[in-house]
């Protein structure tokens, strides 16, 4: 174990506090999966457990770099993908069922699983909202749910909401009404200070 990871490590164990200066896309993931750090929350029903976490533009674009070749296509990449994914505030949602893939859990009722595989795949725009402390309702701009087949330990999507939509807010809250897999209502709320306190990708800094 390097010295630079140690000393992180160290960080997070003591208090859950927010890292100085820029991280790596290891690092960083590290800190937004800390629920110390008011970017993870989560909901436990029964063996249903649902997960919600922000997702900061930095590691999107962190995932989308690893296919660039040098240097000075990073640079020019990461400018692209700024513009591109800064639009929006991205949150992710995770469903698990005793730690496995809860739509896979489903898979023994073909009607069930199919209804629910056609929410999931098409409809999730309509069970999820964000509100802000300033009582604004913002829609889904768009959402993804990737068909892990029952290889992954939860069900995930990712939704992304309009930043030019939101205003002036002190937190911002995720909301998800029950579509069939027996969560409930759900309410997940992150604080603005949370969010701007959340470090950057060292190579991502231009």
Not at 20 to 48: C, F, M, W
Not at 154 to 165: G, I, V, Y
Request: with cysteine.
């Amino acid at each position: 174990m390097n010295l630079k990871y140690t000393i992180f490590l160290l960080i997070v164990l003591a208090g859950g506090c927010g890292l100085n200066g820029p991280v790596n896309e290891t690092e960083l993931k590290a800190y937004i999966a800390d629920p110390r750090n008011g970017l993870l929350q989560e909901n436990q029903s029964g063996s249903l457990k649902l997960q919600a976490q922000y997702r900061p533009v930095d590691l999107l674009i962190a995932q989308a770099l690893r296919t660039v070749q040098n240097d000075q296509d990073s640079k020019i990449r990461v400018r692209e993908l700024r513009k591109q994914y800064g639009q929006y505030h991205y949150f992710a949602l995770n469903f698990s069922n005793n730690d496995r893939d809860a739509l896979h859990s489903a898979a023994g009722n073909d009607i069930y699983f199919d209804q629910l595989l056609q929410t999931l795949s098409f409809h999730m725009g309509e069970y999820v909202t964000l509100t802000t402390s300033e009582s604004d309702t913002i829609s889904v701009a768009d959402f993804i749910f990737p068909r892990m087949f029952g290889s992954s330990r939860s069900t995930s999507l990712l939704f992304a909401f309009s930043r030019e939509k939101i205003g002036e807010y002190d937190w911002l809250q995720l909301n998800m009404k029950e579509f069939g897999l027996g969560t409930g209502g759900s309410h997940f709320r992150f604080r603005k200070r949370d969010l701007q306190k959340m470090p950057e990708v060292d190579h991502l800094i231009l």
